[in-house]
């Protein structure tokens, strides 16, 4: 399961998950009008596998298009009427596919890779395939006339590609960015331009929560110095009262990062929080949360349902990010020990435990594989192993010392069916037996191998 991406661009999430040098992990309008237009050319429906609908409708020339149920017929379809930016913006390459189609293809993929393990279950998808990314890059140019537009750099350059209505970024965010535009112009505030070094407004970030409605604007300025602060919140806030934090970060580096080291809390409390699954979580300018939270919910339910934890089980959560799963399991386990390598990542594991009043789950920073090694020289007993590793998979010496450690159960959620094919060849030759696999659909629009799979196994042979 990916964490995010700090990183400008398009929204790359199968990159969100690399871990660069060092073992840290670097992770990746509607107007009305508009809208009615949709509603209006609202079709035919065939009904499905796994809530959504298969086919959907034909989209009238030159109108973009989108229904309840999102499925735009495959057939004839040119991508570019539904989001005019779709070639240069590069993010959703799979929309002149319908929606069905792209499903079947993911699934296809993840038995594919399976194949001699394990039959999959159908794929889930999406019941409304749009705008469920809870966070938002946007980038700002000015055009001759003076007139401010949003949208998102061209891949490898520095042009903007002008983007107002994304179709599967969250609408309010939507409504946030084209508002900005005509903010930064009335208070005569300066885009940054790279190739000049002048300007102040790099991009904005907007994340917000599903759950609990909260939204965070992050302004990434070069400086510290925004002039009438108070003011532009105060504006801003006006015209989107759903705005719960604004925070002015610092990014003064001539890189590609999105985000500088700095954050300056302008307005709230600076983080949001958000729910997924009754827990609740914080999300700062920096923090990794997962970008698709139906689907995250979804997904984490499988798994949890997999771990089909009793209250007396020690568990054990790999790979644990800030926490998410193990805090979710915690309330049905006895014990939970999360391991992360990223410093960062198990601070927020910390206090994300605490907010929830979690007094049963620690977290360790370490290399997972270590982790494990010292687990099973000491004998330690674990019942059910949950491990999310990121798009590399897991490491021998994780997997050999999860052999000598023998839960009951292990549950592997995993981002790349190639990997999570091998470690469970590896675990299969080893004294499992792979149960159960699920492919859940995170990524709906974006590249055919953006596909989680959560698979369950259990030991063959009793100890
Ligand atoms: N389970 C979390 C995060 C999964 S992403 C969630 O759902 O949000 C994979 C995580 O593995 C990242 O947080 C990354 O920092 C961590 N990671 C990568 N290599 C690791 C290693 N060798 N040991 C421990 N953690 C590692």
Redesign the pocket.
């Known amino acids: 399961?990916?964490?995010d991406k700090n990183r400008i661009g398009h929204h790359r999430d199968s990159d969100e998950?690399k871990?660069p040098k060092g073992?840290?992990?670097d992770?990746k309008k509607s107007a009305d009008g508009l809208q009615d237009d949709r509603r209006k050319n609202t079709q035919k429906r065939s009904v499905e596998r796994n809530g959504f609908r298969k086919d959907a409708q034909k989209p009238e020339a030159g109108k973009r298009q989108r229904t309840d149920g999102g499925r735009i017929s495959g057939k004839g379809t040119a991508g570019e009427k539904i989001c005019p930016a779709m070639k240069k913006c590069g993010g959703c390459s799979l929309l002149k596919m319908s929606y069905a189609e792209q499903l079947k293809q993911k699934e296809d993929f993840v038995r594919k890779e399976l194949k001699g393990i394990i039959k999959p279950e159908p794929i889930i998808g999406m019941e409304d395939p749009w705008h469920y990314r809870n966070k938002v890059h946007a980038s700002f140019a000015r055009k001759k006339d003076g007139s401010i537009v949003s949208g998102i750099y061209e891949e490898g350059t520095h042009r903007l590609v002008p983007v107002e209505d994304c179709l599967i970024q969250d609408e309010r965010a939507n409504r946030i960015v084209r508002d900005l535009c005509g903010l930064f112009e009335s208070f005569k505030i300066k885009i940054y331009n790279e190739d000049t070094g002048y300007g102040l407004v790099r991009h904005v970030l907007i994340r917000t929560g599903h759950a609990s409605g909260e939204v965070m604007v992050v302004l990434v300025c070069v400086s510290p110095v925004f002039p009438s602060k108070r003011n532009f919140v105060d504006a801003l806030r006006k015209l989107h009262p759903e705005v719960t934090t604004v925070v002015l970060n610092v990014n003064d580096r001539r890189t590609s990062m999105v985000l500088g080291k700095r954050d300056i809390v302008l307005y709230g409390k600076g983080h949001i929080e958000d729910q997924l699954c009754g827990c609740t979580f914080a999300v700062s300018p920096q923090s990794?949360?997962?970008v698709n939270p139906v689907q995250?919910e979804i997904l984490?339910r499988k798994a949890i349902e997999f771990a089909g934890l009793g209250g007396t089980e020690r568990v054990l959560?790999?790979?644990?990010?800030?926490?998410?799963?193990g805090l979710i399991a915690a309330e049905s386990a006895r014990e939970v020990v999360g391991?992360?390598?990223?410093p960062d990542?198990v601070k927020n594991a910390v206090s994300n435990a605490r907010r929830n009043n979690r007094k049963n789950i620690r977290f360790v920073q370490?290399?997972?594989?270590e982790?494990m090694q010292k687990m099973a020289a000491e004998r330690e007993t674990v019942d059910v192993v949950l491990m999310?590793?990121?798009r590399?998979g897991s490491?021998e010496a994780?997997l050999s010392s999860l052999v000598t450690l023998a839960p009951e159960r292990v549950i592997y959620?995993s981002?790349n069916p190639v990997t999570l094919a091998r470690d469970l060849r590896y675990l299969g030759k080893h004294g499992y037996r792979v149960r159960k696999a699920v492919p859940v659909d995170m990524f709906p629009w974006t590249a055919p191998e953006h596909v989680e799979t959560v698979a369950l196994l259990s030991r063959k042979y009793p100890q």
């Not at 959560?317 to 799963?325: F, H, K, N």
């Not at 391991?339 to 990223?342: Q, S």
Request: aromatic share 14%.
């Open positions: 399961m990916k964490a998950k871990i073992g840290k992990p992770r990794f949360y997962q995250t984490y959560d790999a790979y644990c990010g800030t926490g998410t799963i391991v992360e390598l990223n990542a370490e290399d997972a594989g982790f999310d590793p990121p590399a490491d994780f959620i981002c």
